[in-house]
């Protein structure tokens, strides 16, 4: 089985503070995303990766960044946070180009004060 | 710009009816993913489809994909309280696009 870790289930922190979100898969996919989660808006892309070092953005990059130095993490940084990133995140993987579903790992409710 | 929009947001129906969710999407796909999410718990895959014409089933469920129409069905047959849970279509062109959601209240 797949297995995909977010580092926090749950997180709280201030405006202004620099943030990480760490996501760890046990296997050796290429391909893993991040996305955030809000009621009726489903879930929207903020950035994916298709190797190590290797980044692309999603439809709202805008705040964050990522890091990929080793395949199997993938990092979701908010530079500076602010209340409307008040959210859940999800990481996911997958396999090759798209024939496989993704894997999600077990979100990471994330509370900006 | 590829959307994603899926009809109805919210569903509430009696245990033993039948319905059907859709999805349709806005740029040629030929990738169509269905998930489930439970309360408090993360997305579940339930079906990829690959293909016009393609359809799976997995006990009361089963997903449906017309490419041309850029349409995906899940449908319901004799909805359980089990199937209560929000699915999520979703596709893929240069990214990933999620529909926002359709949660399903099945009651007794």
């Known amino acids: 089985d797949v297995k995909v870790t977010q580092s926090s289930r749950y997180l709280v922190k201030r405006t202004g503070e620099k943030v990480f979100l760490e996501c760890v898969q046990d296997?050796?996919?290429?391909?893993m995303f991040w996305y955030r989660q809000d009621p009726g808006l489903g879930l929207r892309l903020i950035y994916f990766s298709y190797d190590v070092k290797m980044k692309e953005k999603g439809d709202i990059p805008e705040g964050y960044s990522v890091s990929r130095e080793k395949k199997e993490r993938f990092s979701l940084i908010l530079e500076s946070a602010s209340t409307n990133q008040t959210s859940m995140y999800l990481c996911?993987?997958?396999?090759?180009?798209?024939?496989?579903?993704?894997?999600f790992g077990d979100g990471t409710r994330l509370s900006i004060l | 710009e590829l959307k994603v929009e899926q009809n109805p947001l919210f569903l509430s129906m009696q245990e033993g009816k039948n319905y059907t969710i859709y999805c349709n999407y806005s740029t040629t796909s030929d990738r169509l993913y269905w998930y489930r999410q439970d309360p408090g718990k993360s997305l579940e895959s339930l079906f990829v489809l690959l293909s016009n014409g393609a359809v799976k089933q997995e006990g009361r469920l089963m997903a449906s994909l017309d490419t041309k129409a850029r349409l995906s069905t899940l449908h319901i047959t004799a909805a359980v309280h089990d199937l209560s849970a929000t699915y999520f279509c979703a596709t893929r062109g240069d990214d990933m696009r999620f529909g926002a959601g359709t949660r399903l209240t099945v009651k007794p």
């Open positions: 296997m050796d996919h290429e391909n």
């Open positions: 996911a993987i997958q396999t090759g180009w798209g024939n496989q579903p993704q894997h």
